[in-house]
């Protein structure tokens, strides 16, 4: 019987993980295809940084992404393993708390994982972990969509580490949970393809620059020792760990557009000079 248990929580796993990765490598590689492949010229003048990743770095990150949906799987499926012994606090009927918490709730995992993720991130941070495991997301210099779950494994046990943690303290709807996921997802995404779309002055306005920008987790990448917030520019503002030129480089980045289009040019690869690089780099 013991046996027949863990082979059906094994094949759960597999499942859960084939499920995960079909949907991650869909998105991301749709989003690849895209804007790296299809119209690569066309919206070059949106690409962060105005060079391409090589190629070894790209099936580095589809490599490690294997692993991490595998992980993935692991944990959801003991975490519904968990709901269904209802040891969690997923519940079913929406009257049971009603619509306005539905909603409320989202935020608050929205908000909670932020703070999550900014904390954990710091501590991957310290150096023996970031030796170890975080460097593994860091060879990703110049990111593509694929980087998004390009981690060693123990970090990506941190990182799914906050669907039990929301589970077992906040009563959540099953699908406010399906929401939150499809929006950490799409949000994870976003920031690693390599391309800004968001105005001019975002970074800057009173009220719109305490939201990230795919420019910022850019120069975490980048430039590894600031930036380390995920939804919200809330926590690196706080605790000043935001890049001290980030306003300055997005509106570089955003000055970027107004030159001459690749597709205009008839030109080959493109040889815009890189504005990042000639950012001081953060010295330890
Ligand atoms: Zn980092
Ligand atoms: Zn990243």
């Known amino acids: 019987m013991h046996i027949f248990s863990s082979l059906s929580n094994l094949w759960?796993?597999?499942?859960?993980?084939?499920?995960?990765?079909?949907?991650?490598?869909?998105?991301?590689?749709?989003?690849?295809?895209?804007?790296?492949?299809?119209?690569?010229?066309?919206?070059w003048y949106l690409k962060i940084q105005q060079r391409l990743p090589d190629k070894k770095h790209i099936y580095r990150e589809i490599r490690y992404s294997f692993y991490t949906v595998f992980i993935f799987g692991i944990v959801i499926v003991q975490v519904m393993w968990a709901s269904k012994n209802r040891w969690t606090l997923i519940y079913y009927p929406i009257d049971?708390?009603?619509?306005?918490?539905?909603?409320?709730?989202?935020?608050?995992?929205?908000f909670v994982h932020d703070t999550y993720f900014y904390w954990t991130h710091r501590l991957l941070h310290w150096k023996p972990?970031?030796?170890?495991?975080?460097?593994?997301?860091?060879?990703?210099?110049?990111?593509?969509?694929?980087?998004?779950?390009?981690?060693?494994?123990?970090?990506?046990?941190?990182?799914?580490?906050?669907?039990?943690?929301?589970?077992?303290?906040i009563p959540y709807h099953v699908t406010a949970l399906y929401f939150f996921s499809a929006y950490t997802l799409l949000m994870n995404i976003f920031g690693h393809m390599g391309y800004e779309f968001f105005p001019k002055g975002f970074a800057s306005n009173?009220?719109?620059?305490?939201?990230?920008?795919?420019?910022?987790?850019?120069?975490?990448?980048?430039?590894?020792?600031?930036?380390?917030?995920?939804?919200?520019?809330?926590?690196?503002?706080?605790m000043k760990t935001n890049h001290p030129k980030y306003e300055e480089i997005y509106e570089e980045v955003i000055a970027q557009r107004k030159l001459p289009k690749i597709s205009e040019l008839n030109a080959a690869p493109p040889v815009v000079e890189d504005k990042l690089a000639t950012a001081k780099e953060l010295s330890d």
């Open 12 to 43: 759960n796993t597999v499942e859960e993980s084939a499920l995960l990765s079909v949907r991650f490598f869909l998105f991301a590689g749709s989003i690849f295809l895209f804007f790296y492949v299809w119209k690569k010229h066309k919206y």
């Open 96 to 110: 049971k708390y009603g619509w306005p918490y539905y909603f409320f709730s989202i935020l608050l995992m929205i």
């Open 129 to 169: 972990l970031y030796k170890t495991v975080h460097v593994v997301h860091h060879r990703s210099i110049n990111p593509t969509p694929f980087s998004a779950y390009a981690f060693h494994p123990v970090e990506a046990l941190v990182e799914i580490g906050i669907i039990p943690l929301i589970v077992f303290t």
């Open 206 to 238: 009173r009220f719109l620059k305490w939201h990230n920008t795919a420019t910022n987790h850019n120069m975490h990448h980048r430039f590894v020792k600031c930036n380390f917030g995920l939804y919200f520019n809330i926590w690196d503002r706080l």
